[in-house]
């Protein structure tokens, strides 16, 4: 079955710090690869996506991320927290043609001011 | 925000009671998908509908079903519910031709269900 598996499950940083937040998928077949965010009360937001092309993606707030087919990675990179980013992410997978988004559990991201 | 509403906001039923579950979809998105959020899991896929019909289900029991309406909305239904049940209940709308393909989901807030 695929499966999505994040790194960590608690991540502290100080501002200003650099993050890098880890993302493996088992699906062998062409995929589709989110981050999604979660802060405190409100609902999943869509940081970033990726479907095709340039493997290195942008998203909203700084974030981008990186897909490196060879290693079913996608992970999450800011350079520079700030308070604001403490919220849980989650990435999530969808098989191309597939109904369905199979999410990761989430890291939960506390940033320290 | 988005456009996705769900309601009610908070939940509480009794072990064995049924309970419904509404989503209101983004303008313009004619499919419905649903989740359960566990507490500190990312959400499970429990079906999508798409032209009023499921177009796809998790690995969720029988007991858990559902219905979308010709305006897009769509209800989710447990019956004979479980203590194991409690749980953000989250609801995504999106643009799709039914067969899948590319597309964004948009979440709703969710309905935070208790069981006791």
């Known amino acids: 079955a695929q499966s999505v598996s994040q790194h960590n499950h608690h991540v502290i940083l100080s501002e200003a710090a650099s993050l890098e937040l880890g993302c493996n998928y088992s699906y062998g077949g062409t995929v589709n690869l989110f981050w999604y965010v979660q802060y405190p009360g409100q609902h999943l937001q869509l940081l970033l996506k990726?479907?095709?092309?340039?493997?290195l993606v942008k998203g909203i707030k700084g974030f981008e991320a990186e897909f490196i087919k060879s290693k079913f990675s996608f992970n999450l990179r800011k350079p520079s927290v700030q308070w604001s980013d403490t919220a849980e992410y989650f990435c999530?997978?969808?098989?191309?043609?597939?109904?369905?988004?199979?999410f990761g559990p989430g890291t939960r991201l506390s940033v320290l001011p | 925000e988005t456009g996705v509403t769900q309601s009610p906001t908070h939940l509480i039923k009794t072990r064995g009671q049924q309970v419904t579950l509404r989503c209101s979809s983004q303008?313009?998105?004619?499919?419905v998908s649903w989740y359960q959020q566990a507490l500190g899991q990312g959400p499970q896929f429990i079906f999508q509908y798409y032209r009023e019909e499921e177009n796809g289900r998790g690995n969720f029991p029988p007991r858990f079903s559902g219905l979308q309406f010709p305006n897009y909305s769509s209800e989710l239904n447990v019956n004979a519910l479980e203590l194991d049940d409690s749980a953000l209940y989250l609801c995504?709308?999106?643009?799709?031709?039914?067969?899948?393909?590319?597309?964004?989901?948009?979440f709703g807030p969710g309905t935070r269900l208790t069981v006791t």
């Open positions: 995504a709308s999106s643009v799709s031709g039914g067969t899948g393909g590319f597309y964004e989901q948009y």
């Open positions: 303008s313009g998105h004619n499919t």
């Open positions: 990726y479907f095709s092309g340039d493997p």
């Open positions: 999530a997978v969808q098989k191309n043609y597939g109904q369905n988004f199979v």
